[in-house]
């Protein structure tokens, strides 16, 4: 008997979806921040390169935050200038926490940046020490200067469903924050469920929330977690209201502190399956980001989390040989 083919989704295209989606890969900043062991800056480097090789357009790089919080990315200074050739065919934000950040970042030739703002004040006071207020009268001047000089600014709201604090985040809440985050000048904002908590009628509720003040759905991508697997419902739920920018990690790379279990960001490799069986073009070739997952379990020690990669990998792994 001969192998079985490689495996693809069957093409089936749902009405009402876009045509393409922007695939926002977080993994070497969102995916690795939380990782204990300090990932050498050449593996982060080669992990970026085999994104962009694998067809993703927009990688998110590293994090200019100071280093004593977050030492896993306390090489971004020597990560950045690694992997800045890339640019401008693939995108490469950065995370800024401030002033200081975005100084380091641009003088790097950083031209896309982001900031990390919360929906929530008990977030915003665990993450940055801060109210809500406070932390976005610290990311104006940020985004103001970013702008000056000629970068493209996202806005991150994080615990834009729950809060583990907090419980059930209302819509109007978050409308509150990304209103904030639009008026200070962010080109796009990245709706956070940090925890995981959403469900596709919450989703479709808060989009439509936003719509309403003045945020449609071009101006937004989706962030979410699979804690609870409703990752790509909720995915699926902001396709139809016409969202085109959803973010995830290589590999399902990446927990979030606040949830303790294992699974945390929405997995590329089964986004792309799910949007590829929709007929949703992406650019992304899942066989060679599967082999990039593989590989960069391999350097962490622990298989990836995600299931598409997960009944993928007998075969990428061949590739890889
Ligand atoms: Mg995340």
Redesign the pocket.
């Known amino acids: 008997m001969t192998e079985p083919a490689h495996p693809l989704p069957m093409r089936v295209p749902l009405a009402g979806l876009p045509a393409r989606v922007r695939v926002h890969e977080?993994g070497p900043r969102?995916g690795l921040q939380n990782e204990p062991a300090v990932v050498p800056v050449e593996v982060k480097a080669e992990f970026v390169r085999r994104l962009a090789a694998a067809g993703l357009t927009t990688v998110e790089a590293t994090s200019f935050v100071h280093p004593r919080w977050v030492p896993q990315l306390a090489d971004a200074e020597e990560l950045y200038p690694r992997v800045r050739d890339l640019a401008p065919d693939v995108r490469l934000p950065v995370l800024v926490p401030n002033e200081r950040g975005l100084d380091r970042a641009l003088a790097l030739g950083a031209r896309e940046v982001a900031v990390f703002a919360s929906a929530t004040e008990s977030f915003a006071r665990a993450n940055l020490n801060r109210t809500v207020a406070e932390a976005l009268a610290m990311f104006e001047p940020v985004v103001a200067r970013a702008r000056e000089a000629g970068a493209r600014v996202r806005g991150y709201l994080s615990m834009c469903f729950g809060d583990p604090w907090e419980g059930p985040v209302s819509p109007a809440q978050v409308v509150d924050v990304c209103r904030a985050l639009d008026a200070m000048g962010c080109d796009e904002l990245s709706l956070?469920d940090?925890i995981g908590v959403a469900t596709p009628g919450h989703v479709t509720a808060l989009l439509t929330a936003l719509a309403e003040a003045g945020l449609p759905a071009d101006r937004l991508a989706v962030?979410f977690?699979d804690t609870y697997g409703q990752a790509l419902s909720n995915t699926l739920a902001a396709l139809q209201h016409g969202v085109t920018t959803v973010?995830a990690?290589a590999g399902g790379l990446?927990g979030?502190p606040y949830a303790k279990s294992a699974t945390?960001?929405l997995a590329t490799e089964d986004l792309v399956w799910m949007l590829h069986g929709l007929g949703i073009d992406t650019g992304v070739d899942l066989g060679r980001l599967t082999a990039t997952s593989v590989w960069m379990a391999e350097r962490l020690g622990r298989p990836s989390p995600s299931r598409t990669v997960r009944a993928l990998a007998h075969d990428a792994s061949h590739k890889e040989q």
Do not use: I, P, R
């Open positions: 977080v969102d956070g940090t962030h977690h973010d990690s990446g979030c945390g960001n």
